[in-house]
């Protein structure tokens, strides 16, 4: 009985556990596109010259969620355990060094568009924001993200 009882236990942390990871994968998905969202914002200015602040406001938050992308890929949230529902690679948990070097690749430009469109330079932070993209978005998509 007991045994039984703690076979039950376990399976239902089991359960929430995978549910829960589920949740993770929706969550950062969600996350990716409001980056997506706050782009095309900065991308207004770059390309118009208008919008400034709210520019300089997207690229501020892009800062801030840079550090927190390596906290959206816990163990067991990858393709392996959750395929068709996410496009996140193997390699983010066999070449941890390289995904978190990425993360920070992506923060440190996004911090020098922050500073380019604050200062309304839109000659730097047009430059910046091509950086960005291939050195952030672009690569870490390359190398960690599945093509669905
Ligand atoms: C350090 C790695 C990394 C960086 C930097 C990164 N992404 Fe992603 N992105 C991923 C991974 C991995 C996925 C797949 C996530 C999944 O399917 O669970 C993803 C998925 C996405 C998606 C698809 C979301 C969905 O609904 O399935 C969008 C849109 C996206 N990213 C936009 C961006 C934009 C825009 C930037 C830059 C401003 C960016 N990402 C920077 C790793 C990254």
């Known amino acids: 009985m007991a045994a039984a009882a703690l076979v039950a236990s376990v399976m239902l942390i089991e359960a929430v556990r995978a549910d829960d990871l589920a949740s993770v994968v929706a969550d950062r998905q969600a996350a990716m596109k409001a980056m997506s969202g706050k782009l095309k914002v900065i991308k207004g ?16 938050v892009l800062v801030q969620t840079a550090k927190l992308i390596p906290g ?10 959750f395929s068709g529902k996410t496009a996140a690679k193997p390699e983010i948990w066999t070449d941890p060094a390289k995904f978190q070097a990425t993360a920070t690749a992506f923060q440190l430009d996004a911090s020098a568009l922050q500073k380019a ?11 910046a924001f091509e950086t960005m993209g291939r050195e952030g978005c672009g690569a870490c998509h390359g190398a960690f993200r599945a093509k669905t």
Do not use: L, M
């Open 45 to 60: 200015f770059v390309d118009s010259g208008a919008g400034q602040a709210e520019a300089a406001d997207a690229a501020a």
């Open 72 to 81: 959206w890929f816990p163990a067991g949230s990858g393709i392996d355990s």
């Open 117 to 127: 469109v604050a200062a309304g330079d839109g000659a730097a932070a047009a430059a």
